[in-house]
Each structure stands twice: as C-alpha cells, then as structure tokens.
C-alpha cells in the first residue's frame, strides 16, 4: 500500500485531521494507496511556511534558483523510468507516453525556466523634457497557489510551479487527488536538489476542501489553476472579491479542420494522434473533425480502419495505444455522451463499448471512438466529452467550417490541414482559440503563449508571460 504525504516546510506530513482518501489504479480499479484527505487547518499550516520561507527565498540570486532548478530537471530524468511507471499506475496512460511526453516534459519545464529567468527584463523609460527616468521591478508576488488537473500530472503541475519558483514566489500546490503520486515523488526530488525548506509546499486532498481551502486563503496573493471550465467560474467568483491575480486554463471543444489540399497521409497520421492520445483526455485534443466534401468518404473509411486496428490493453503492456480511462466516474460519464448520441442523429462508426482487458476486468477501459455527427449543433459536438471520442462531419465552404468551428463555448485550439497560405493567414486571423497548430498538433516550443479564450480561460502560461503572471510590475519613477 503507497503512503502519500503533504509535503509541508521540507517534511513529509500526515493530514492533521487523520483523514485519508483511496487512491485508485485504473488500470485494475484497485486501491493501490492512500492520499490524505487534507483541510483548512494543512493549507494554513503550509501557507506558514511558506510565507516563512518568502523573504529568503526572494532575495536568492537568479543564478541560485536556476541551478536549484536545473538540479530537479536533472533529477526527474534520472528517476525517468520510476516517474513514468507511477504516473501510468495513478492516471491509467500507456507507460510509454508517460515516459516520451508527460515525465522529460516536466523535467524540461524546470530547465526552461531555469533558463528564463535569467533572461527575463522588464521596461525602462526616460521621459524625455521632464528629467524623469522611469523603470519597472519585476518582483515576486509572495505566496501563490497552483491547482492541476488529472489528465497530464505532472507535465501540468511543474508547469505551475516551476515559473512560480524561478520567479522568486513560494507555493502551495495541489494537484488533483485522483493522481497525486509524482506530484508526491517529485516532493521527494525537491529535498534532494536542496530546495530550501517552506519554499514548495503540497498538499493533497479533494478540490472541494483542499482547493476551497487555498483558493479562499487571503494570504495566497494568486492562483494559477489548470481544470475544467465550471471549476475555473467557481474560482472566479471566490477569487475576485479577494482581488486574487488568476491565470485559468480551462476546457477545450476544439475543432480539426481538413481540407482536401492538405498532405493527406501526414494529416491522417497526425489526426490519429490528435483525437486519441492520452485516450483523449488531453484540453487540446482535436474532438471535432471537419472535413472538405471532396475527401470526406476517403477521410471516413481511411480514419474508421485505423482506429479500428488501435490496440485498447494494459498502461504497461508495449503496444498498447489506448490505456485506462483515469476513473470509474469518468468512464461512465463519457459512456453517456456516445450513448445519447443517435438521440440526435448520431452514428457511431466504430467504438462506443466499454472494453474488458483480460486479468484487468475492473479497468476503466474504453474502445476509441467515432461518431459521424448529423448536425455541428448536437450535445456531443457542443460539450467537451475529454475521452477516446472524436466526431467528423463534412463541410463545403470556408466561411461554412469556420463559423461551425467557432460556434462553441469554448476557444482553446484549432488545427487547420491544408497547403493554402492566403487560407491559412485568412482563418488563423478569424478562429476563435488561443492556439492555431496549422499542419501539426501538440507542437510546442515553451516560449509561446499558451492559453485559451472564451470559456477555455484567462490569460496566457508560457515563456514570459508565466513569469510576468508570477510578478507584480512596480513601475519606479525617478527625478532628476
Ligand atoms: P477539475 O476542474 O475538476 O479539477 C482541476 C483541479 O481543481 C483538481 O485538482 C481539483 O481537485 C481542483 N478543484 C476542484 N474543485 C475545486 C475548488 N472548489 N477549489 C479549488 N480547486 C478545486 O478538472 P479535472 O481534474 O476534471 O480536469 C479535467 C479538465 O481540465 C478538463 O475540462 C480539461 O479540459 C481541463 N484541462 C485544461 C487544460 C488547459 O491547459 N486549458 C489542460 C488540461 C486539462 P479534485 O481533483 O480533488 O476535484
């Protein structure tokens, strides 16, 4: 049975109501572990700590925090095989996804900022005939709160609090409480590189107490929250008569829009990636596949049989392709969007069943999924289902998809396939989404502005618009 602990000023902690939550696998749907099921009383004990720890910690010098960084970037990959094992076990994912994307993208989350940092500067201005000089502080904002989801553990909780570090900040972090064991590890990593104690605090528990706990907490100055759309509204509400600076990175609904010019085998294979990696539950997936008229049938039968062929097995088996759904509850709400679908005209191409894997019959697995929608205004195609579901339906004209793509709540991303650069320009200017792949998918370079608009969130992660997120500006005014 795994032990997980808060990580309270440099010690591992049990919760101090003695609590405890179940940590499932769900691979095999068993109780692997237990989380504490922490409360107010942790989150002020952690946020003592922390601000504790702020003033020290404020004033190191740039080049000591970036080698404290690099150190824990180095120290991920050594533990590469260890992390990658664990995160597969708490989230379901392929063991090797884990270990190609989710654990080296962690450990480059510290090393870029590390980097950044040091790169970071702000303006100055002379205001010229006035004798005046004008230039602005970067400083730490002092103790600030990180929330991550489920579905990229670790990839989006070192995504947090790496920038929130290198900016001179000390944190209260909480990551999902369905998948806190690296988050649990990495604590352990943090006190091996030397991370001075009270710097990086975690706490573990469920959204509803932990999280409140920190998001109402009036010393936590800011929040950076990776989650669903209905959760990062609720911390909108707690956090604005507080005055809490908010960084919210939230649902996505976002379309992959193929024309008939593109380079169809590239698209096709990309396409694969786009709507079925990490069984679909990643915000950026494209779930909305529209496709030209001209090759919409092709599209339909190439696409049906590849997924078709997609191997549904056990996270650590080599070959498998689809893992675990991350929860039972999970799993059953996705069941309910594919079985609603023919309500609505929906016709389900392949997929749509619960699938049991032999040794491993209570995993939460589920075969991948097509749906050929009737309408771009039906349920399936308007909510964010986040599983191995994608939709397609054809399209004639230009202005046609681009409204279709747009008519959604959400504007995280879009994928465009096609060779035309006037088209290309002409709808990367008019899609309502923070990030236009155009070509490819899930290409990202950490200097970019990451983020979405309408109900996928507020403000922008990445490169130095994380680190201006962990600063306030002080502009300074000199006479002279
Ligand atoms: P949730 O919004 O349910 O939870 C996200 C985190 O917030 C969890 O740690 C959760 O804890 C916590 N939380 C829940 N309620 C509160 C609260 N009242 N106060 C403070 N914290 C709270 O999202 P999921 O974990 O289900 O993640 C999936 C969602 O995340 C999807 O909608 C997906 O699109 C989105 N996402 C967005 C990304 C982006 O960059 N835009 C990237 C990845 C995912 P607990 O687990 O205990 O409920």
């Known amino acids: ?26 691979a095999n749907g068993e109780v692997y572990g237990k989380i504490p099921n922490s409360d107010q009383a942790d989150v002020d004990k952690a946020y003592e700590a922390a601000k504790t720890a702020f003033p020290e910690w404020s004033e190191t010098t740039l080049d000591h ?59 100055s201005h002379e205001s010229v005939g006035l004798n005046a000089i004008n230039f602005t502080l970067r400083q730490p904002i002092g103790v600030v709160g990180c929330i991550s989801p489920w579905n990229l553990p670790l990839y989006l909780f070192t995504w947090k609090i790496a920038p929130a570090l290198a900016a001179g900040n000390c944190v209260i972090a909480k990551p999902s409480e369905i998948t806190p064991l690296t988050a649990f590890l990495l604590s352990e990593l943090c006190t091996e590189a030397g991370l001075p104690k009270g710097v ?15 998001i109402e907490h009036p010393g936590i100055k800011a929040i950076s929250f990776t989650g669903g759309t209905t959760t990062g509204a609720h911390i909108a509400r707690t956090a604005a008569p507080l005055f809490k600076k908010l960084s919210l990175e939230l649902g996505g609904k976002n379309p992959n829009i193929i024309f008939a010019d593109c380079d169809y085998d590239a698209m096709l294979e990309t396409t694969l990636r786009s709507s079925f990696s990490n069984q679909g539950q990643i915000c950026l997936c494209g779930s909305r596949i529209f496709v030209e008229t001209s090759i919409y049938e092709k599209f339909k039968a190439d696409f049906v049989s590849k997924v078709k062929v997609l ?49 491993f019959e209570n995993g939460y697995y589920l075969e991948p999924t097509v749906i050929e929608v009737a309408t771009d205004t039906c349920k399936i195609n308007q909510e964010e289902v986040f599983g191995p579901v994608v939709t397609i339906m054809p399209f004639e004209t230009e202005d046609q998809v681009l409204d279709m ?26 899609l309502e989404a923070g990030i236009i792949w155009v070509n490819t998918w899930m290409l990202r370079d950490l200097r970019t502005p990451f983020g979405g608009m309408k109900s996928s969130g507020v403000g922008r992660e990445g490169g130095f618009e994380a680190l201006r997120f962990f600063t306030e500006a002080k502009n300074i005014c000199i006479k002279y």
């Not at 902690?13 to 696998?25: A, F, K, Q, R, T």
């Not at 504007?411 to 200017?429: Q, V």
Request: aromatic fraction near 6%; glycine fraction near 8%; proline fraction near 3%.
């Open 65 to 123: 925090r970036s080698r404290l960084l690099l150190k824990i970037a180095d120290l991920i990959e050594t533990n590469l095989q260890r992390f990658a094992e664990a995160e597969s076990q708490d989230n379901g994912k392929p063991v090797n996804l884990a270990k190609s994307i989710d654990i080296p993208r962690a450990a480059s989350n510290f090393r870029f900022f590390a980097h950044a940092i040091t790169q970071f500067s702000s303006e």
């Open 405 to 430: 793509a747009n008519k959604v709540k959400y504007g995280l991303s879009a994928t465009l396939w096609t060779n035309d650069l006037k088209r290309t320009m002409r709808l990367s200017k008019k």
């Open 1 to 26: 049975m795994q032990t997980i602990q808060n990580y309270i000023n440099g010690t591992f902690e049990d919760p101090l109501s003695g609590d405890w939550l179940d940590n499932y696998c769900p």
């Open 311 to 359: 191997k549904v097995g056990h996270p650590s088996e080599s070959g498998t392709n689809i893992g675990a759904l991350v929860s039972q509850s999970h799993l059953e709400k996705v069941m309910t969007y594919i079985e609603e679908a023919p309500q609505e005209g929906g016709k389900i191409l392949c997929g749509g069943h619960a699938v049991s894997v032999k040794g």
């Open 200 to 214: 990086l605090n975690i706490v573990h528990g469920l959204g509803k107490t932990t999280g409140q706990a920190i």
